[in-house]
């Protein structure tokens, strides 16, 4: 095994002294994919047998639990068309839909805050997209009124309401109008900066562009500034990227998002202007990962778990110091303790017991909303084993480690015998060293941190033979 293929990238930052181990045979064996576990069961577990009284029915325990919410908004619409984009969107100029949906938006969120309870904190609220950007901030305004009229939005500087931004869709007004209304975090659209690669997306971005927004954001007091990349997209290579991230490291954002490029233009119709011979070889993927993730940990970014680095003092990073990370659709979150209402077309509920998501076709939520109809079709019921194993799953996912006696507190279970298969499974991966067992924890290995999507699939009940092919590959 030469130098490179097995290289110990970082010492640990963590309580349990993990650091990163890049063991390339083992990432080619056990591979990256699998599901990204923002839900448990996942959204391909989702049936249209969830119906709307077991929506009504979740809401009602939810709204009887009490507790503070979340709340995702679903704006689709983009100006233009990234050839690359596996979001639910719908590409448009016309910039006089924004009104409308919006004002669909209000009469969902009326009838959900009444189902949930008005009176609940809105710890965080997240835009999503889509562009959110793409509203005119007359909008925006009407938009978050609205909200704040029929929701209780947390006012305070523990709040933690985030927006996600196409630095392209921002004029001089967009940022201090998010501010106005009440946004503490964004996240930045960039992909890569090197014009060739943003030629073949369709994504013209220059630097200048992303620095401008990112520095304007800085000065109003936005924190946790992420940007989002991604690696495998056509015509880059280890150098070009290697430049890019220079650029941005040189911008310093708090978080970064390190995507994988799945090409599945099947799938995803805008990705059939992708050229398959254009990508970089899985040879080259996998190089770029590795430069990236060696980079990022020298410049001083903790590698938070999946596709997330984070500056050591960054919230998502002291959360995780302090084992209060947790996952949701949002990814890693510092709020656990608050059910899902989402909004929009495509968006997906939370709560203690189930998910539940609009229709991904634009005309039926405007159809169903204008009919008065909620717009849910799919979505799961947990059973208890759901609710274990999901537990399960985000310890490992957020903090690479399980506790026996923690388990055993939280689910009045015995962990060996609710797992006893899993366990026997686990054998191979201890074996491989992915994984380490004394009897009081299991914990992910260095070299297991990278394929934790591996590990945490042997715990999820609807995959256990690894069944990860409806999933993107990373390699
Ligand atoms: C909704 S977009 C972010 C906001 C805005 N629409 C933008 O593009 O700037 C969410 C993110 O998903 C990521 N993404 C979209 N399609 C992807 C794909 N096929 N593979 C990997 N990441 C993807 C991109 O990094 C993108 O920034
Ligand atoms: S990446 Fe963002 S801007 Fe581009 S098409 Fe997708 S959602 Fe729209």
Not at 463 to 470: I, M, P, S, V
């Amino acid at each position: 095994m030469n130098s490179l293929a097995k290289s110990r990238l970082v010492q640990g930052h963590d309580e349990a002294g993990n650091g990163l181990v890049w063991d390339e045979a083992l990432i080619r064996r056990y591979d990256l994919s699998g599901p990204r576990y923002t839900s448990y069961p996942t959204a391909v577990e989702f049936t249209p047998d969830f119906t709307t009284a077991d929506l009504l029915a979740a809401a009602e325990r939810s709204r009887v639990q009490g507790g503070p919410l979340s709340l995702y908004t679903h704006l689709p619409f983009c100006a233009r068309l990234c050839y690359y984009c596996a979001c639910n969107k719908e590409v448009t100029r016309k910039r006089d839909k924004a009104m409308p949906y919006v004002e669909r938006l209000l009469k969902e969120a009326t009838a959900q805050a009444r189902l949930f309870g008005a009176e609940r904190q809105v710890r965080q609220l997240h835009w999503g997209g889509g562009t959110p950007t793409f509203l005119p901030t007359a909008a925006m305004r009407e938009l978050m009124a609205g909200y704040r009229d029929l929701f209780n939005l947390q006012s305070d500087d523990a709040r933690d309401f985030s927006v996600e931004i196409d630095p392209r869709e921002v004029d001089d007004q967009t940022l201090a109008t998010l501010w106005d209304l009440g946004f503490n975090r964004i996240s930045l659209g960039v992909q890569d900066l090197n014009l060739k690669v943003q030629k073949a997306v369709n994504r013209i971005q220059p630097l200048n562009m992303t620095r401008a927004v990112l520095d304007e954001a800085r000065y109003l007091g936005f924190r946790s500034i992420n940007l989002d990349l991604i690696y495998g997209l056509p015509f880059q290579t280890p150098e070009s990227f290697a430049e890019t991230l220079e650029q941005v490291i040189e911008m310093s954002p708090d978080r970064l998002s390190v995507f994988s490029y799945a090409h599945l233009p099947e799938r995803f119709f805008p990705q059939t202007r992708i050229r398959a011979e254009d990508l970089p070889s899985p040879a080259d993927k996998l190089t770029i990962l590795h430069n990236t993730i060696n980079r990022l940990l020298a410049a001083g970014y903790e590698y938070i778990g999946m596709d997330h680095f984070a500056k050591p003092d960054d919230s998502l990073a002291v959360a995780q110091r302090h084992g209060e990370l947790h996952r949701n659709f949002q990814g890693y979150t510092t709020h656990s303790d608050c059910d899902l209402v989402s909004l929009g077309v495509s968006a997906i509920g939370q709560t203690d017991d189930a998910y539940f998501q609009n229709t991904s076709v634009l005309a039926d939520w405007e159809q169903a909303i204008d009919d008065g109809r909620l717009a849910v079709v799919r979505g799961v019921q947990l059973t208890d084993d759901d609710r274990i194993r999901r537990w399960v799953i985000g310890q490992l996912i957020c903090h690479f480690r399980l506790d026996r006696q923690q388990f055993e507190q939280t689910w009045g279970r015995a962990f060996d015998a609710y797992f006893a298969d899993e366990l026997r499974q686990l054998a191979g991966m201890e074996n491989d060293g992915l994984v380490a067992d004394d009897g009081h924890a299991l914990q992910v290995q260095p070299q297991g941190r990278l394929l934790i999507r591996a590990i945490c699939q042997l715990f999820d009940h609807y995959r256990k033979d690894g069944a990860g092919q409806r999933f993107s590959r990373i390699i």
